[in-house]
Every structure is written in structure tokens, then in C-alpha cells.
């Protein structure tokens, strides 16, 4: 596996569900970042860890919680979601700090909450 | 206020041809980077290019090129002999300061182009 990877790429669940969203990094980066694409929204950015530390939540509601065990590795964990919540979620890692730093994306898990 | 603005939501061109998608910044940083992504129908978004402020020249990778005017915080996008696989949403971003933790990038609404053959 090379880049970014997400899984699943595709979930429908139930406003009552638990579900966990996954996310790999093969590019030795230290940061890693979960965004929410809505559409017709500008790309949101829910949650920030940098050296396996928290350092950005931009105020995203509880039913989000996030988890980075290493800085290989970032999950979303998902519990009594809304329809509104029904987006593109997209993992991304760079190496923290640097002008020049780039993101690199994974292809996003498209969400659905029924 | 918006850090990047994007003003043209759709655009069409002839293939072959070139086109320049427009952003304009908004930031009192002396020292920031700005990058344009593309992002196919299939989601992943997929990194293009990248210009820093102190950069004296317009970056540029193959077709595409970055028209950097710092004085009017304006960095557009040029891609030159539009392909159909060119068909894209396009995003500019820009990540302010030096050394902000996290490196975090604020993105622009971007602009959907579409290639006509």
C-alpha cells in the first residue's frame, strides 16, 4: 500500500449506529488530519493531530471522536449521527511544520445517515 | 472576511485550450504557501501545485503553472492544453505562518471545470 488509504470507502448507517472510519498513512508523516466535504460547502477541518497529539477540534459536535494511536494510524469514531452529517470524509497526513509541507488525501469515505 | 476566495463556481473550456482558474488570499503573514489541489468525481483530492511568498518565480509542474501577483494576493491557476481527464473540481489553499503547528491549510470553495471535447 502506497499514499493514504480510508476505509470504508462507502457506509450508510442508522442515526442510532456506531461506526468507526479508518484512515493509514504510509508516507512517514506526523500529522494527520480528518476534513468533512458537504456539498456545496467548503472543505471543513474537524480534527488535527500532530505527533500523535490533538491540536486542532474547530468545534465539531461530540457524536465525532477521534483517535490516533500512531502517526501512522487515525480513526473517526461515529455514534447517533445526524442526516446533516451525511458527507465526504477525508483523511490526509503531512509532515508537521514547514512551509513547503504538503497534504497528501486519502479517497474519502462517502457517508450516508439515514 | 474569507482567507481564499475562489469567484467562479463553474468553467467551461475547449479542449486543447488553456484556462486559468482565479483565487485571491486574504493574510497579514509576510511569510504563507498556497497550493491548488484537483479532486476528480471519485473524491481523492489530489495535490498539483505549490508557491511560496518568498518564491521569486511562478512555480510551475508540466501543464500546470501558478501566476503568483503578491501585491494583489492573487495566485491563479493556469493549465495550458486542457485534457478531458482535466475535468475536475479545482481548490486553492493556503497555509499562513512559518511554523504554525499542525500545518493547517484553509481551503477556497472552488471552481468546477469542465473540458469540452
Known amino acids: 500500500e502506497t499514499g493514504v488509504t480510508q476505509t470504508p470507502r462507502h457506509l450508510v448507517m442508522g442515526m442510532t449506529n456506531k461506526k468507526s472510519l479508518k484512515c493509514e498513512q504510509h508516507?512517514?508523516?506526523?500529522?494527520m488530519y480528518w476534513y468533512k466535504q458537504s456539498a456545496k460547502k467548503p472543505l471543513e477541518l474537524m480534527f488535527v493531530?500532530?505527533?500523535?497529539?490533538?491540536?486542532e477540534n474547530n468545534s465539531v459536535p461530540s457524536r465525532f471522536s477521534p483517535e490516533c494511536p500512531n502517526s501512522s494510524h487515525l480513526f473517526l469514531h461515529l455514534h447517533t449521527l445526524q442526516p446533516e452529517d451525511s458527507a465526504l470524509y477525508l483523511c490526509?497526513?503531512?509532515?508537521?511544520?514547514?512551509?513547503?509541507?504538503?497534504?497528501?488525501f486519502g479517497p474519502g469515505t462517502r457517508l450516508l445517515v439515514l | 472576511a474569507q482567507k481564499i476566495t475562489q469567484t467562479q463556481p463553474g468553467m467551461f473550456v475547449q479542449e486543447k485550450e488553456a484556462v486559468t482558474l482565479d483565487c485571491t488570499y486574504d493574510?497579514?503573514?509576510?511569510?504563507?504557501?498556497l497550493f491548488w489541489y484537483k479532486q476528480p468525481s471519485s473524491g481523492e483530492m489530489i495535490f498539483l501545485i505549490y508557491?511560496?511568498?518568498?518564491?521569486?518565480q511562478n512555480a510551475t509542474e508540466g501543464r500546470y503553472s501558478l501566476n503568483f501577483q503578491k501585491a494583489r494576493k492573487s495566485a491563479n491557476l493556469v493549465i495550458s492544453a486542457s485534457q478531458l481527464g482535466d475535468s475536475a473540481m479545482y481548490f486553492c489553499?493556503?497555509?499562513?505562518?512559518?511554523?504554525?503547528?499542525?500545518?493547517?491549510?484553509?481551503f477556497g470553495g472552488g471552481t468546477r471545470l469542465m473540458v469540452k471535447p
Open positions: 490526509a497526513s503531512s509532515q508537521d511544520r514547514g512551509q513547503k509541507e504538503t497534504q497528501y
Open positions: 508516507l512517514g508523516h506526523n500529522a
Open positions: 493531530y500532530s505527533l500523535e497529539e490533538r491540536v
Open positions: 493574510t497579514s503573514d509576510q511569510s504563507y504557501g
Open positions: 508557491q511560496g511568498s518568498y518564491d521569486e
Open positions: 489553499a493556503m497555509r499562513e505562518g512559518l511554523n504554525n503547528a499542525g500545518n493547517m491549510l484553509t
